[in-house]
């Protein structure tokens, strides 16, 4: 598999301010790379796709200029959130692809006052 | 959209009982499932994935079933251990697990392993 990190762990913002999550890769060049938003108790949603290189893709009903992403080398990938609000408050978890499956971050709990 | 859902929120069993964790899905164009363990606080864990020429699959304590007649998927965990109390999500794909498939989630079923 494919180890990855994230950093922070754990955020708590003010209402307003801009949140950047850190995506690592720590065996694996990868080119793209995928964000999710998990609320308690449910599921995981992806929300982007990071491609090194070139913009991100959105999902539907995701916002790119809220949730900015940044894949500048194969080995990181940054989400943005900019002005957060309450509602953004959520686990925020990314991925990384190879050839043997999809392997997860340990995932950044954002909440914001 | 199409979906994935699970049959029971919340599963107990007793230390040393087999577990049974069950996954419908309607996407009938679906061929590659896996299963995730997902523990409080953390991100997922892969467990097991099966593509769908497969019909049973097995690993390390654990055997994923599909049976595309109805589209149901399950994971079996032998021996259940303390250790393997989490949420347990099923996930599934269209895109033949190649390397630009997007994976689409279950509900997830939290399971608790009484000692």
């Known amino acids: 598999g494919a180890v990855v990190s994230q950093h922070p762990s754990r955020v708590i913002c003010k209402s307003g301010t801009s949140v950047k999550i850190e995506c690592r890769s720590l065996d694996f060049q990868a080119t793209t790379m995928f964000w999710y938003r998990q609320f308690p108790k449910q599921s995981l949603m992806l929300m982007a796709t990071s491609n090194e290189g070139s913009k991100a893709t959105y999902e539907q009903g995701v916002e790119k200029d809220k949730f900015l992403i940044n894949h500048a080398s194969l080995t990181l990938s940054t989400l943005t959130v900019t002005s957060a609000h309450p509602e953004d408050s959520s686990f925020y978890i990314c991925s990384v692809r190879t050839a043997a499956g999809e392997y997860f971050g340990p995932g950044t709990r954002l909440t914001v006052l | 959209g199409e979906s994935v859902g699970l049959h029971l929120p919340t599963l107990s069993v007793q230390e040393g009982d087999n577990s049974i964790i069950n996954c419908a899905y309607s ?71 190649g390397s630009n498939y997007k994976l689409t989630f279950g509900k997830g079923t939290l399971l608790t392993v009484n000692p």
């Open chain 2, 27 to 97: 996407n009938s164009a679906s061929d590659y499932f896996i299963w995730y363990k997902q523990e409080s606080g953390k991100g997922p864990q892969f467990i097991i994935d099966i593509r769908s020429n497969m019909d049973k699959r097995q690993g390390q304590r654990v055997t994923v079933l599909l049976n595309k007649t109805v589209k149901h998927l399950s994971l079996q965990i032998a021996a259940t251990q303390p250790g393997d109390s989490a949420v347990y999500f099923c996930a599934e794909t269209s895109g033949g697990g």
